[in-house]
Each structure stands twice: as C-alpha cells, then as structure tokens.
C-alpha cells in the first residue's frame, strides 16, 4: 500500500566506521578489564597459597570458554536452525505459555508456514536461548561463591574452639586417668536421650529439628575433632583440625562450582519441565528443599549414632568419650555422596532463580511463566531460603562430619607438605625405575627385604614399610666401640628378634 513503510536492519555496509570502531573498542575494553580481575584474583590466591581455590578460579574460566562456544556455534547456526520445519501438531505440544499465536514471522518461519509447517526454533527464539544459558551458568557460579562465602563465615566461629585445645583448663578438664559414665559428658548429654536410645523413630524426627539450632555445637566440634585425632594421630598430637577443615571445603567448592556434563542434562530437563500442564510451580521449587533437609538430618543423624555405637561398647570411659571414625555410617559407605547431592541442590536453586530473573527481565513479570503470585512468591522466598539454609547449616555440618569416614582427605597435608610428598613420590618412582634405590641399599641389611611404596596416595594416609616390619629406636644408647658415631637401630621381626646397628 501507499502509506506503508518497510523498516530494514541496516547492515554493516551503510554503517560508519566510527561506530563499529567504538563498538569494537567497548567490547575488548570490558574483555580485558575481566581477564585483568580475574588475573589479580589468581594472584591474591597463589600468595595465600590456596592453590584449590586456584584450580576452581581455572576451572570457571574453563566454563566461560565453553559457555563461548556454544554461543559462537547458536550465532553460526541460528539460520540452519530455524529452517528445519516440524508439523503443526509436534509444535503445539509442551508451549510453556498454551499458546503460539504470534504475529512476527521471519524469513525461515514464512517458509515452513508454506509448507503447513512450523519453524523448529526461530532466529529470536536462538538469540533470546544464548541469554537463557549465559544467566544460567552466571547464577550458578554466584549461588556457589555466596554458599561458600556464608559457610567459611560460620566456621570462623570454631576457630575459638581450637584454640580452646590448646589451654591448660582443657587439658584438666580431658584427663585421660578420669572416670565417667557416657551419660555424664558433655557429649553424652547433648545425645544420649530418651529420644535416641529408646525409639528410632523419635530420632530421626529429633535429627530433623537440631539442624535448626546450634547444628554443630562446642561438644560435637571437640568430639569429633578427638576421634579423628586419635584415629589417624598421636594422642598428643596439636593437629589443627579448624584448618584442614577449611582446607577440605576449599577443596569440594572446586568440585561444587564447576559446570559438568551432568549438570548440563539436568538444566536441559529443567527447561522441559517449565511446560504449562507440569504445573512446576507447584512442586519443582520444594525439590531442592527437601533434599537439603534431608542431608541435614543425615548428618545430625551420624553425630548421634557415632555417640550411641560408643555408649554401647561401653558405659564407663576413662578420660574423654571417644567416636570412631568409619565410613559405614554414610549412605553406601561413600561420604562424598553428600557432596554431590548439595551441588545438585545448589544446582536446580540457582537454576530457578536463574529461570525467573530471565523471564522477568525479556518479558516482564506479568508473563504467561509467572501467571500466578503464588507462583512469584514460592520461587523466591525457597530460592534464598534454601540459599541461607546451605551455606549457614548445611554446609559447615557436612564440613565437620564427613571427616569422619575411614579415610583422610589429601587436605590433611598443608600445601607445602603436599608438594613435597608429590615430589618425592616422583623421585621415588623414577629411582624404581632405574634400579638406584636397590643398588644403593646399605650392606649390613641385606638379609632384610627393604620397600618402598612409592604409589603413596594423599587420599589416604602416608605410609612407609620395611619388610619385614621394623622400628627406629633413638632413645637407647649406642655400644662403647660406636658412642662417636651418629647411628639409627633398625629392629627387625623376622620370626625372631635381632638388632643391626648402622654407621651413618
């Protein structure tokens, strides 16, 4: 008609330089300004030596180059894309909103519409899902660095714990040549009740509602900082148990903020379920809660059997109580289970708020995804109670009891330590390797098989072996013919028991 004007996009073609200069200058100014933050944050990283916090800043960057690519292949892909037509029927099945009527059709949409078809994905249907994956992967990462924040916050307070150990009134009060019933210490007040012994079902329940209120007390922290001492340490040990805690949850934040392949799967079935007849809003949002609350209660649940399988061996203990690490007390024997159910919580919590925050910024908050206020109000009231509810109980309860399983974690070693045990576990193998080791053992011990394990595992703790077994005695004075030579005694149990003595 006359009186209509076509409006076009105008292309690179009739634009002026000065503008696509400017443009250009924006973008690499914004690119080199976050390479630059995130560089200052690796090097504020190395000089506190937190070297996993290190691998998780890399294993980020990793994810946004991922997060990259699949943009640049939607941007390639965009038109080869929209031109692949499905039937009408297909098409109307799962609309998050009922309803497909739409008035903008583009150049590929017009084509299937002569075919009595629909376009698969539209070209603004791939540009609005690029922004989709961006805020998700975004709010993911912020969700993990603020859970983690909030539960490194709450264990500060144990750091008062530690040092507690440390005073001669702990000491007195821990006297190993004591006598007391379970039931009278502190340990055995906070867990030995009517509600435990006597009925299972009144337990879990209990388990339930302490994780509301002082879920890790001052009792529980030394308890268990005790048992994990005498199960892997000398008794008279100074271990820092505050530390490696902290050392430990670094560790699984790196596993926590990454972004891998199952992580992916599960964002594609949350995209799936936003369908209208789901009607998601009524339970997808409960999903992340009831699992938190769940692992809560398995955790309190472990501090209280801990106590009773100690109470049972015995009702009399002399000095402090005493809990026997042991992996048996975790679902299928595996702590680390629980570390995967709180990342998948995190997950599909971030996901949602993720979700909202997208619908709400490109089609405003009244959209057909948000119809109802109950459902506005559902997502974000469980979205940050959840949030809260991880990073202030959850988290630093699952910190302290999962270093109850049967083995110590790699943390255990501060980092210089662990570097030079990696160090000299290379060594030792290129010495086995070579023959160096066996060629250089001393003469005067030949008769003794000598070995070296040199596949030290860090998740485990460190051992060394002679065979047959052996000990260094350094308290027993030497023979008169060797009092002006420094000597080690090597007691070696062979059936019988000799002593060699080695000029050093």
């Known amino acids: 008609m006359a009186g209509e004007t076509t409006v076009e996009e105008r292309s690179i073609e009739v634009t002026p330089t000065w503008a696509v200069a400017t443009v250009c200058l924006i973008l690499i100014s914004v690119s080199v300004l976050i390479e630059h933050l995130l560089h200052l944050l690796a090097k504020y990283f190395n000089k506190k030596k937190k070297s996993s916090l290190i691998q998780t800043l890399h294993k980020i960057k990793s994810d946004l180059m991922m997060l990259g690519f699949m943009s640049l292949i939607l941007t390639v892909s965009e038109k080869r894309i929209s031109n692949i037509c499905i039937p009408k029927s297909m098409a109307e099945t799962f609309l998050p909103c009922g309803t497909m009527d739409s008035d903008d059709y583009s150049e590929e949409e017009l084509k299937c519409l002569e075919q009595g078809k629909v376009s698969l994905l539209s070209r603004q249907g791939v540009n609005q899902l690029q ?96 048992g994990f001492i005498t199960a892997h340490f000398a008794k008279e040990s100074h271990f820092n148990f505050q530390r490696y805690i ?141 949030h809260m509810l991880c990073g202030y109980v959850t988290l630093p309860l699952y910190a302290l009891v999962t270093q109850m399983g049967s083995s110590m974690k790699n943390a255990v070693f501060p980092e210089s330590v662990a570097h030079g045990l990696k160090r000299w576990r290379g060594r030792a193998r290129k010495n086995l390797r070579t023959n160096d080791y066996y060629s250089a053992r001393p003469s005067s011990v030949d008769d003794a098989s000598v070995s070296l394990d040199a596949s030290l595992s860090l998740d485990a703790s460190p051992s060394f072996s002679l065979r047959p077994s052996y000990s260094v005695d350094r308290e027993r004075d030497p023979p008169s013919d060797l009092k002006d030579t420094k000597f080690v005694a090597v007691e070696i149990d062979d059936g019988q028991v000799g002593k060699q003595h080695q000029k050093i």
């Open 131 to 226: 922004y989709l994956i961006f805020v998700l992967a975004f709010f993911h990462s912020l969700s993990c660095v603020l859970t983690f924040s909030l539960g490194m916050a709450k264990m500060r307070s144990w750091e008062s714990w530690e040092a507690e150990t440390r005073t001669l009134e702990y000491q007195f009060t821990n006297d190993p040549r004591r006598f007391r019933f379970t039931h009278q210490t502190s340990f055995g007040k906070r867990h030995l009740r009517f509600w435990s012994e006597h009925s299972r079902l009144l337990r879990w329940p209990a388990c339930f509602l302490r994780q509301f209120y002082a879920s890790v007390s001052r009792t529980d922290y030394l308890t268990l900082r005790r």
């Open 246 to 386: 902290n050392r430990a949850l670094e560790k699984d934040f790196g596993m926590v903020a990454g972004m891998s392949w199952w992580i992916w799967i599960i964002s594609v079935l949350f995209i799936f379920f936003n369908a209208q007849g789901f009607y998601n809003y009524l339970w997808l949002p409960f999903i992340p809660l009831v699992m938190l609350l769940v692992v809560g209660t398995k955790l309190e649940g472990i501090i209280t059997q801990m106590c009773l399988d100690s109470h049972g061996k015995s009702q009399v203990v002399i000095g402090p109580l005493l809990v026997r690490p042991g992996d048996h007390y975790f679902w299928f024997n595996w702590p680390k289970l629980l570390l995967h159910v709180i990342h998948l919580v995190l997950l599909q919590n971030s996901f949602q708020l993720a979700f909202f925050a997208w619908t709400w910024y490109k089609f405003g908050l009244r959209s057909c995804f948000h119809e109802k206020t109950e459902d506005i109000i559902i997502k974000i009231v469980l979205g940050v109670v959840v």
